[in-house]
């Protein structure tokens, strides 16, 4: 029987089958951006606390960037985290274990899957925090980051540390700290414990330093604000063993404020006396809320050659850097803040960047001045990387009304200076010279418009 239908064209019949192909293409192409987020989830990598007294962070590392949602409740206090697009894994159930007894506003977390691909952490709190919520880009050797700040609903007034006499100087974070070294270098000779340590004999036998002259305005004592480098998310620079700047800097730090404290008319405060993060505009800030005299922040340089050794002292310039050494010295501790984490969105930027004045020339001119009395003590016993103070835009530096130097102990990217910096006798000589250069700097400049 015939067949009736009129048959295509050949070149018709490819057509035909060329178009169908495409459509299928286009078909397929379109069904792609809806595979069920699952597919696409993320992973903890890290869980990591930081408590302190000012406020406690909690830090969730991540391989990509997750959508959180935040909320606290009362009676009793809680803070509730959903976190998006995670499944329950072995490092998210290890911030359960990561809450310290001696927390001050965490007392237990629980952690669930509230949902197929949501996470819920839910923080029992000591007390009512007013929670900071955000996520960091990766830096450094950090991926993404998710950030909790947890801090008081009324924050702590920094004065209170200095009218507190027991401020830090006997707690025991120092105990951690050296653990820290330890365990950071296995192969080093374990390191003596600091509380209730004596002083070591060639310190406790060195000459009295010379005492700044009291003058009519002493209504209060000299007020020294000592900045420890770092802390925290923030190490620092790390030495080849292992060493970290941030617990160094802390231990020089709170050598040098009982040596401050024992003097008759001074007194030291510490920007952090534990081991957490400090933005460096609040480090500026809480300086000039406590209405300090000086500002001496404290750190441990590297270099990314590891003969680089020496000790340098630098102060603020407003029209750039002394040198290119001082240049890239600047940036990178500048860049504290992108590895340390803020939270930018968080803060007027008039408030976060610490703005210049007309008396930052004579904050400056006075900066030098200490600086140099610094220098002249430490090059007593350690090598100088630079025989003058050098100059750069360290944003630390930027109080306005308060002279302020940053001092770069050794070079921790040096093996040797590396060893030197872990020492007991090495932390006090350096503490004992930064006193010397104060006391100095004092006896030829007498503070007689000290604040009041």
């Given at each position: ?21 495409l459509v299928?293409?286009?078909?397929t192409?379109?069904?792609l951006p809806?595979?069920?987020r699952l597919?696409?989830a993320g992973?903890?990598?890290a ?8 406020y406690?962070r909690?830090?969730?590392?991540m391989?990509?960037?997750?959508k959180?949602?935040?909320?606290t ?11 998006d697009?995670?499944?329950?894994n072995?490092a998210?159930n290890d ?6 007894p001696?927390d ?7 952690v ?5 691909d949501?996470?819920?952490l839910?923080?029992d ?13 990766p830096?450094?050797?950090y ?11 009324v924050?702590?007034d ?10 830090g100087?006997?707690?025991?974070p120092?105990?951690?700290?050296l653990e ?10 374990p390191?003596p414990?600091?509380?209730g340590?004596e ?34 998310e923030?190490?620092?620079a ?6 970290h700047?941030k ?14 404290d ?12 534990n081991d ?7 480090r500026?800030q809480?300086?000039?809320r ?5 500002f001496?922040?404290?750190h441990?340089?590297?270099?990314i050659k590891?003969?680089a ?5 630098f102060a603020?310039?407003?029209h750039?850097?002394t ?5 890239w010295?600047?940036k ?11 939270d930018?969105g968080?803060?007027?930027?008039q408030?976060?960047?610490v703005?210049?004045?007309l ?12 600086g140099?009395n ?8 350690n ?5 003058r103070?050098e100059?750069?835009?360290f ?24 060893r ?9 000589k ?13 006896a030829s400049n ?5 604040r009041?």
């Amino acid at each position: 029987m015939a067949d009736n239908t009129c048959p295509l064209p050949v070149g018709i019949s490819r057509q035909g089958q060329s178009r169908r192909r495409l459509v299928a293409t286009a078909a397929t192409l379109l069904v792609l951006p809806v595979i069920p987020r699952l597919a696409m989830a993320g992973t903890i990598l890290a869980v990591r606390t930081w408590p302190a007294d000012e406020y406690t962070r909690v830090t969730l590392e991540m391989d990509t960037e997750l959508k959180a949602e935040h909320f606290t409740l009362e009676h009793p206090n809680r803070l509730v985290v959903d976190i998006d697009g995670l499944t329950m894994n072995s490092a998210i159930n290890d911030l359960v274990s990561k809450v310290r007894p001696n927390d001050p506003y965490i007392a237990s977390v629980r952690v669930a899957q509230n949902r197929p691909d949501v996470i819920r952490l839910v923080f029992d709190l000591k007390q009512a925090v007013a929670p900071q919520v955000f996520t960091l880009k990766p830096v450094g050797g950090y991926k993404y980051r998710l950030v909790l700040d947890l801090y008081p609903k009324v924050a702590q007034d920094p004065l209170m540390a200095i009218m507190d006499n027991g401020s830090g100087s006997d707690k025991d974070p120092l105990a951690e700290v050296l653990e820290n070294l330890a365990r950071n270098s296995p192969d080093q000779a374990p390191i003596p414990s600091v509380q209730g340590q004596e002083l070591p004999r060639s310190a406790r036998t060195q000459p009295a330093q010379p005492q700044p002259p009291r003058t009519a305005s002493a209504d209060r004592p000299l007020l020294i604000a000592l900045d420890p480098g770092h802390g925290g998310e923030d190490p620092g620079a790390t030495g080849r063993a292992g060493t970290h700047e941030k617990d160094i800097v802390l231990l020089i730090a709170r050598r040098l404020k009982k040596l401050i404290d024992a003097q008759p008319n001074m007194r030291a405060y510490l920007t952090r006396d534990n081991d957490f993060f400090v933005p460096l505009h609040v480090r500026v800030q809480k300086s000039r809320r406590v209405k300090a005299d000086l500002f001496v922040s404290i750190h441990a340089d590297a270099w990314i050659k590891p003969s680089a050794r020496g000790s340098s002292v630098f102060a603020l310039s407003e029209h750039g850097a002394t040198s290119a050494a001082a240049r890239w010295m600047a940036k990178r501790e500048n860049d504290a803040d992108l590895i340390g984490g803020v939270d930018l969105g968080s803060h007027n930027k008039q408030v976060a960047q610490v703005l210049l004045d007309l008396s930052t020339s004579a904050q400056i001119h006075d900066a030098m001045k200490l600086g140099a009395n610094v220098l002249d003590q430490i090059g007593k016993f350690n090598r100088l990387h630079s025989s003058r103070v050098e100059r750069a835009g360290f944003a630390v530096l930027k109080a306005p009304d308060i002279p302020s130097i940053l001092v770069e102990t050794a070079f921790i990217s040096n093996p040797e200076e590396e060893r030197r910096l872990r020492s007991p006798a090495y932390q006090d000589k350096v503490a004992h010279a930064i006193l010397g250069g104060i006391n100095g700097y004092f006896a030829s400049n007498p503070p007689l418009n000290r604040r009041a």
